[in-house]
């Protein structure tokens, strides 16, 4: 099937989201549209989904025009999208969410999950896209939840498959999973439009790129093009995609974290016996695949979590009994990994989320009374110095783009003295532009002899920014080590294929560094 | 159970839905209607309303009946009844100054237990049991009025005193409850209501709570000491639940303890982050939602110098839900919605007295208006208005896009 778009435009009000666009989708190609956040990607989509009726243009399918008035009208016409957030009903199996909608019945009204189960089975196969029919979606990791998705399009017979930034919500693993399916799914015929702004996904797996910028298609490149030309067509200059910066001058322990132990609700422990050493003026990374212990390891080094056994030092000082309010004001800054959950509250206005956990200081309240010309002027100041694209200081944090977010959050832990900063995932969905620019943020603050502390899933993260790389697997650090060595020798860590000799050299490697 | 328990929705609000300046990310929020359906609502009552006064008065019934051969007489006699009807409702509400001050004094307790409301629903919390605070502050409210003998003013202001006071224990045990077990607050606070009203109905059998020489379950009226002056005819008490609207406006936007409890109500996990206490400011947003019901309380007996009843509290604390969902959760909305409120029901008394309107009709209205409020969709339907921009569609939204 070969869709085409011709003047798709679309304006809310005086701003127009999506303006004149002409693309085209050959039938049994991957076609990679690539932009910024906020470029109007989505919107596009969302157009040729039924989603939102656009303004001007028109969509043809197969040359003839078609009209989408609804998302129903779309899946007729042969199209499937796969959305970020999944469209499933946690508590049915793979099979009743795929029949979902256009169940089949062996009369009388009861339901033939033996044939939905059998679809299931049939086309992951075909495509191989390995589920069990029979699992419920509750209990399956989220790339496997995405491949149910894919799956419920497939049966709805979708020819063009939209995977809207797919990869966003992925462990490097199940990236490379995905990247399988595609092209499984391109042998078979089926045309995919791929929505990211990783470069190196498009590069892997695309064979044409569109790229939008606010709004217009800026140009097309074939994936053999340069990183660095792609990203300044996305972003419309020249980004520096490596990060700029000295050999460290490290310093003292700041952190010293002492057998820490967590154990979660469900009585699994997360976390076994972690030690590591955080110095000033270093930036330890610490590299794992999602769900290795992490995200309960630096929830326990603000007190948010508090861990179960073992001792977090703050400059000699157990912290490990505090809550996170006297670990903020002891000069800790925290990023959360989830910022939407922990970063901020999307319905206060980008003011009142610059000063979210400050507002206790002196600076920003007199006894019980906020002083809000003080806040003001900080979010004026802030809002300059992290160049943060605000109507105003007074919009919601939930107007603004996911790099935005990012920023006033970012920008919120700088804006005081830190003696250790810890973030983790500081760029998971962040647009290029704002990447180059908070990871400038991060090197001059170590720079500035603080403690960095990063987590993150994306070893190119990692690498750029690490001076010494802490690996995680099943709760525990397998090996700490320089980031001269190979990605393969991590990608072997993080997968917890370690050998214990290996690791041990690497450790003495990397306390030398 | 780990230190920062924090019960959340079992997924994040999508980062991105442009143009919804709502507080989404209150997990209460949803029920809050918009300024326009508000003002809908309330037309759409009064529009069904007329219909009612028309159906109901017998004078139009009759010429129902020669409708065909002279219909004129049943537009005539319709379009009189509404007009009588309203005219009541508007001079027995606001038409002289022996109705507002009817009308001041009914919708002084409705404002301070529906900003108590507000406030606990601007900190997440979902507060049913005004009522039963309400009971709780009106125990204390009466017995310190009848049972002691202070020196004017002292003895008002002690016996206002033991009200909040009683009426914030009312409202922090089930912020306790939420805080230190996670017992949700709508099922504890309903319970509590239950409770305070038999807890009531106790203490009105007994010798201490009983009035002399009476078979009722009654209590005496609480002495002249402890009661508000009149100036006007209003009792001064009114003026109270202005200020009190005044403190609650400066607390959740001017103050840090605001801050808190706004931040908490919207996102907890990012409160608890921030360093905030999220289980502390429940407890303590509960606690102050009981002392507003509690002032309520201080209204009808201290004020109003009604006597204790099983039934002293009314629906007050119950409509006090309605004023708050009104009013949007707002600070100045529950003042609105109390007055309109207040006005209504002063207004329904009229309407039977000079139209012969059953008294109801107020409360049908007051039905209506909750009705149309709770049900968005179903206003948007009957103007037609466009749904822009808020209707349910879930677009696909990249974390950025």
């Known amino acids: 099937m070969k869709l085409e778009m011709r003047g798709l435009t679309r304006r809310f009000g005086s701003f127009t989201a999506n303006d004149h666009i002409d693309l085209t989708i050959e039938p049994g190609e991957i076609h990679c549209l690539l932009g910024e956040n906020g470029a109007g990607k989505s919107t596009l989509m969302n157009m040729l989904y039924g989603l939102l009726e656009p303004t001007e243009g028109e969509i043809l399918v197969d040359g003839e025009p078609a009209d989408f008035d609804t998302p129903g009208d779309a899946i007729a016409a042969g199209i499937g999208m796969v959305h970020q957030h999944f469209m499933l009903v946690p508590v049915f199996t793979v099979a009743e969410n795929v029949m979902l909608g256009r169940e089949q019945t062996r009369g009388l009204g009861i339901l033939d999950r033996g044939k939905a189960a059998e679809l299931v089975r049939e086309l992951s196969t075909r495509y191989k896209l390995a589920v069990d029919p029979t699992a419920l979606v509750e209990n399956l990791p989220v790339g496997v939840q995405q491949r149910v998705e894919i799956i419920k399009a497939l049966a709805n017979e979708a020819k063009v498959l939209i995977l809207d930034e797919p990869t966003a919500v992925l462990t490097p693993q199940e990236i490379d999973e995905l990247m399988d399916i595609m092209r499984a799914l391109k042998k078979q015929g089926t045309s995919i439009v791929f929505i990211t702004h990783k470069l190196r996904e498009v590069k892997a797996v695309g064979d044409k790129i569109t790229v939008i910028r606010r709004g217009k298609v800026v140009g097309t490149a074939s994936p053999d093009a340069p990183e660095a030309e792609l990203a300044e067509m996305m972003v419309g200059r020249a980004v520096n995609l490596t990060v700029g910066k000295e050999p460290p001058k490290v310093g003292k322990p700041v952190l010293e974290v002492n057998g820490v132990t967590v154990v979660d609700d469900r009585g699994t422990t997360v976390v076994r016996d972690v030690s590591f050493d955080a110095r000033g003026g270093e930036v330890l990374g610490i590299a794992g695949v999602q769900g290795n212990g992490q995200t309960e390891l630096i929830k326990s080094l603000l007190g948010i979590i508090r861990p179960d056994a073992g001792k977090v030092l703050l400059e000699g000082q157990d912290i490990s009994r505090h809550g996170p309010k006297d670990s903020l004001e002891a000069g800790i800054g925290y990023i959360p990994e989830d910022r939407a959950h922990d970063g901020y509250v999307s319905s206060f206005s980008v003011r009142e989320n610059l000063v979210l956990d400050l507002y206790r200081r002196n600076d920003f309240s007199r006894g019980a009374a906020l002083k809000l010309d003080a806040i003001e002027k900080n979010a004026k100041a802030r809002i300059e110095e992290f160049d943060i694209r605000t109507e105003n200081m007074n919009s919601s944090l939930a107007s603004l783009s996911g790099g935005n977010q990012q920023k006033v959050v970012v920008a919120r832990e700088f804006s005081r003295p830190l003696k250790v900063l810890i973030a983790s995932q500081p760029t998971r969905g962040v647009d290029v532009g704002s990447i180059e620019f908070i990871h400038k943020r991060i090197i001059e603050e170590r720079d500035r002899g603080t403690a960095v502390i990063i987590v993150s899933t994306e070893l190119d993260e990692i690498y750029a920014l690490s001076d010494r790389i802490a690996v995680m697997y099943d709760g525990r650090i397998v090996g700490t080590v320089t980031p001269d060595i190979p990605r393969e020798q991590i990608g072997l860590l993080m997968a917890g294929a370690h050998d214990g000799h290996e690791t041990q050299a690497h450790e003495t490697q990397g306390g030398a560094a | ?401």
Not at chain 2, 97 to 125: D, H, K, M, Q, Y
Not at chain 2, 222 to 251: K, M, N, R, Y
Not at chain 2, 346 to 360: H, I, K, R, T
């Open chain 2, 1 to 401: 159970m780990s230190d920062v328990s924090v019960q959340e929705p079992a997924k994040s609000p999508p980062p991105e839905r442009k143009g919804e300046a709502r507080e989404e990310g209150n997990r209460w929020a949803a029920y809050l209607p918009t300024i326009k359906t508000t003002v809908a609502a309330v037309v759409l009552a009064l529009l069904i309303g007329a219909l009612l006064i028309i159906f109901s008065t017998p004078r139009v019934i009759e010429s129902l009946k020669y409708f065909f051969s002279y219909p004129w007489d049943f537009f005539k006699f319709a379009g009189i009844a509404v007009w009588d009807g309203y005219t009541a409702l508007v001079k027995g509400s606001v038409g002289s100054w022996n109705s507002i001050e009817r009308t001041l004094e009914r919708a002084a307790p409705l404002i301070c237990a529906g900003l108590g409301v507000s406030l606990a629903f601007r900190s997440g919390l979902f507060n049913i049991g005004a009522q039963g605070q309400m009971l709780a502050g009106a125990i204390a409210a009466g017995y310190v009025g009848f049972h002691f003998d202070f020196p004017p003013g002292l003895h008002l202001l002690l016996a206002a005193v033991a009200a909040i006071a009683a009426g914030a224990v009312w409202g922090g045990i089930a912020g306790w409850l939420k805080a230190a077990t996670g017992a949700h607050e709508v099922i504890s606070t309903i319970m509590l209501n239950y409770v305070a009203r038999f807890l009531m109905i106790y203490l009105l059998g007994k010798e201490l709570f009983q009035r002399p020489n009476s078979n009722d379950r009654l209590s005496p009226p609480p002495a002249e000491s402890a009661t508000f002056p009149q100036v006007f005819g209003v009792h001064t008490g009114v003026l109270l639940a202005f200020l009190a609207a005044l403190g609650v406006w400066w607390l959740l936007e001017r103050s840090t303890t605001g801050f808190e409890m706004r931040a908490v109500g919207a996102n907890p996990s990012a409160a608890a982050t921030a360093g905030m206490h999220v289980q502390r400011t429940y407890f303590l947003a509960m606690a102050l939602a009981g002392a507003l019901a509690g002032l309520a309380a201080v209204m009808q007996i201290l004020g109003q110098q009604d006597s204790l009843t099983e039934n002293v509290a009314g629906t007050v604390g119950f409509d006090a839900i309605t004023v708050a969902l009104l009013g949007r959760a707002t600070t100045l909305g529950p003042v609105l919605g109390g007055l309109l409120f207040g006005a209504l029901s002063s207004g329904g008394l009229a309407m039977q007295a000079a139209a012969g309107v059953p008294p109801e009709l107020a409360q049908v209205l007051q039905a209506l208006i909750v009705l149309f409020v709770a049900a968005p969709a179903l206003v948007r339907g009957v103007l037609r208005v466009k749904a822009e921009g808020d209707g349910g569609t879930v677009l696909a939204k990249g974390w950025g896009g």
